[in-house]
């Protein structure tokens, strides 16, 4: 039998139409399909045998990586691609894959993955998602898995190199709030998580996800702290030791000055910030929290330079997660409210009037706008304004609720009532 060139392996447990939408976008571009079911309860495994996969069944035991490498151990392809229920290709006929492929001087491809977040949001990612299949590389890590290092020990030995499919792109929305709650991952990943840190005490990578995890969580958001720091003291040991920055540092500096902020350790923050600088690292995230940092601090042009360095920010092709709006929308809403803050009426008015052509109707910075105006002795301006937007978006009870506010502040209580209605009236 001829050995295939690509072979896809999956895990599932309930994939549904999402696991339908997957296969029908790998059609044509894969060789083999592997898909392991960990207990299914609706037609997955249906779904993935009419899409012509071999369907193979473990028992799920928290851990990830133990049933990934069931699909490993199965896969008979030269290559390996790896793909959740959840993400799909951007397009089903990816230029120049076959031609990737048979270039012997990678041992592996990093993917980019967009990845839907809550409000319209987004996270661009470069992961590792295509290898050369070797029995000597395997899934670690009873959650957010990794055969990186393993592919690593085999690079090293053979002189292969990784790169990056700039055109194969992976779209994702298993981030968004909906897919959370109804796969109930919370509290199953806090379960992986704790039992993934008692195994891998000291691997940085997994306190880092740890950290980032469980500052997406509103009511445990305060248990990020002590787990970002032991985060970074890891970090700086892993990298004093190998002489090499860790891809996700500057998340991870982000986490933890974020933290310390909200925690009130606001001199903590900025020592951080003062060891490690922003504008060395190129990460608007890390950027944009010293801003915060700076802000809270007083420093407001300190605090303007660096939403300049969100703004004048470009991605490099090996940044591992990167948020558009914080290198546009935010970035430019918080440099709004800075010049406000340093009396600069006008200065506010052209970073808040920037946000609104990065996205129009943009909240925050439609507020901008309007306090910029007012600031600038225009407040008829302000309300030609917030009235232009109330009636492009007119459900918005936000804009009417700016409109009135802004209405009893000029002395007209009519008006204005007329407005709070209506924005009460949209909210309920």
């Not at 974020?258 to 925690?263: K, N």
């Not at 940092?293 to 004048?312: I, M, P």
């Not at 490099?316 to 809403?333: D, I, K, N, V």
């Not at 459900?395 to 009135?404: A, D, I, Y």
């Amino acid at each position: 039998m001829e050995t295939p060139l690509l072979s896809l392996c999956m895990i599932v447990k309930d994939g549904g139409a999402s696991l339908t939408r997957c296969l029908a976008s790998v059609r044509g571009v894969v060789d083999e399909i592997v898909v392991v079911d960990t207990g299914s309860r609706d037609d997955s495994v249906a779904r993935a045998q009419a899409a012509g996969a071999r369907v193979l069944h473990h028992r799920w035991d928290d851990d990830f990586a133990a049933a990934r490498n069931v699909s490993l151990d199965a896969a008979r392809g030269q290559w390996i691609l790896a793909l959740d229920c959840d993400e799909w290709f951007a397009t089903t006929s990816p230029a120049g894959l076959r031609g990737a492929l048979a270039k012997t001087k990678y041992v592996g491809y990093f993917l980019p993955i967009v990845s839907a977040l809550a409000g319209g949001e987004q996270l661009d990612s470069t992961i590792l998602r295509l290898w050369r299949h070797s029995p000597r590389v395997r899934f670690r890590f009873p959650i957010h898995e990794q055969v990186l290092p393993d592919l690593e020990a085999v690079a090293a030995e053979t002189g292969q190199r990784f790169a990056v499919l700039e055109d194969l792109r992976v779209v994702h929305d298993g981030y968004t709030p909906d897919a959370i709650a109804a796969h109930g991952k919370v509290e199953r990943n806090l379960k992986l998580f704790r039992k993934a840190i008692a195994q891998h005490e000291g691997e940085p990578y997994l306190w880092y996800k740890f950290a980032d995890f469980m500052r997406g969580q509103g009511e445990r958001k305060r248990e990020a702290l002590p787990i970002a720091e032991r985060a970074l003291e890891l970090a700086r040991a892993a990298m004093q030791r190998d002489s090499q920055r860790l891809p996700y540092f500057a998340e991870l500096l982000t986490i933890v000055c974020a933290s310390r902020l909200e925690a009130g350790r606001k001199d903590e923050a900025l020592a951080l910030l003062d060891e490690v600088a922003p504008r060395t690292l190129a990460s608007p995230a890390y950027s944009y929290v010293a801003a915060l940092a700076r802000e809270a601090n007083g420093e407001l042009d300190a605090a303007l330079d660096h939403v300049q360095e969100c703004v004048t920010a470009r991605r490099t092709t090996h940044q591992t997660a990167w948020r558009p709006s914080l290198a546009g929308t935010q970035a430019q809403a918080l440099g709004a409210r800075l010049q406000l803050r340093r009396g600069d009426p006008a200065g506010a008015l052209a970073f808040a009037e920037q946000a609104l052509a990065t996205k129009p109707g943009y909240p925050a910075a439609v507020q901008l706008k309007a306090d910029a105006l007012v600031a600038a002795q225009r407040a008829g301006d302000a309300v030609q304004f917030l009235l232009e937007e109330a009636r492009a978006r007119p459900e918005s009870s936000r804009v009417w609720q700016q409109l009135g506010t802004l209405l009893l502040r000029l002395g007209q209580p009519a008006q204005a009532q007329k407005c709070l209605a209506r924005a009460k009236a949209e909210g309920d």
